[in-house]
């Protein structure tokens, strides 16, 4: 399509938009929400009229905005804005003949959760019956419409059970430079009123177990490198809490959290072999551990960070400084020399290099997770991104780990009162998964596997039996 047609289309289109623009709309309610709305409006070309119990008092109404009282504004537009809390109501039963065949569009919110037993908009709608309601802007905050800054919520979720009257509503929003979503019928108002009250649903799971295992393994790496000296050599070591320690901790956490992003990956697909179909659900739990991958990968990446900033202030660090210092001129003292070790030169590079990999490839995991970026690939290039480059993350993350154990896994020294160090456990899952993934993409596995996943089930006698 070349830039004329386009521009045509784009011309014709914006013509359409500003015949919606002609249509007057109507706004119960001059509070924060109401007035926030009829100002976007009054912007995007709208003609608005308010409603209110005291029209003699514009005070802080946008300007260009008519107010009038409730009958008066509803003869002047089809389309009735309802910013008015669910609890003041009781006047729209007393305008149903005005309101006959107009759309109302109930905006409201509640306080708590499933607060009462039907949503607001059917309460609304058994209040008017003959009026079509429609929920919707219940998701966009009064400061948003204010301010222009819609970039997080330039989404508007839609439903009533007229198709007409959401298409219009529909047309309004995108009028306004908003996004207005379907969903459905007047059902969907219960689960849309419910939204705004959520606080971070999808979060809360994966922060659970990063703080369980922040918690766990500063406790665990105080107890080694704090309490462990002070018991057993009378040394002072408390000044590592500061730096040294959440050092080691954001590191362990970060990795196991890249291993549970995708430990339920492979379980998924043993299950599949196992089962031999795609066409059964997985248990809840697996469900419920897969859907909050994104929400693991990016807590564990922001520890990835951290450890970083850790590293690099090391060498500024008082105690790097005295270390040093000390061992030159213990070095003098005792007249010699070390010589330089080669294992250890390349052990120390060997370490720094995966590290850096490792995060470079996490950076562009990250990156690829952006919406923007993800929205420019397609469905098989972000799979093969968040698939292939994972496991490569994945996999530079634990060879670091195991570079800084070396040939410690062996020594019976490294295990102080018998407990491993925490880099190790940190390995322990994201072996696993490397295993498990070594395992899926042999030849015979992985084609079993795919042909499971487009479809082809494995039908066995005592299948259905054992219903597995
Ligand atoms: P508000 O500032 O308290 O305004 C409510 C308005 O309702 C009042 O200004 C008043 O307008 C009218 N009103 C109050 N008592 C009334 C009564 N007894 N009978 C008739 N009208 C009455 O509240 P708001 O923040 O604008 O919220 C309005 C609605 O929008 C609520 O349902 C809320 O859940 C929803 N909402 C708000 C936001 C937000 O960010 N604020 C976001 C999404 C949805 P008049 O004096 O002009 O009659």
Redesign the pocket.
Known sequence: MDSNSTGLIHQTSSRKRLDHKQDTICI???????RSLGMRLLKSGYPVV?G???PKNPTLLPSGAQVFSHTEALKTSKIIFL????E?YD?IPALSDLLDGKVLVD???NLKMNQYPESNAQYLSQLVPKTNVVKG??T????ALQSGSLDASSQVFVCGDDNKSKQLVMDVARGMGLTPLDQGSLLAAEELENY?LQLFPMWRLPLTITAGLTVFFFIYCVVLQVIYSYVNKNVDHTYKIMISIPNHVFPIVSLILLGLVYLPGVIAAFLQLYRGTKYKRFPDWLDKWMLCRKQLGLISFAYGFLHIFYSLVKPLRYIFYWKQAQYVVSQVKQNTTSELEMTWVWRGDLFYALGILGFFSFCLLGVTSLPSVSNAMNWREFRFVQSKLGHVTLLLCTAHAAVLGWNKFLKPTTYKWGLPRGYMLSMVIPCIVLVLKLILILPCVDRMVTRIRQGWERREKYADKLNI
């Open positions: 119960f309610g001059t509070g924060d929400f109401g308010f209110s119990r005291d910013a008015v809390h669910r003041n006047f905006v409201s919110n802007f219940n966009v905050s009064a400061w705004p």
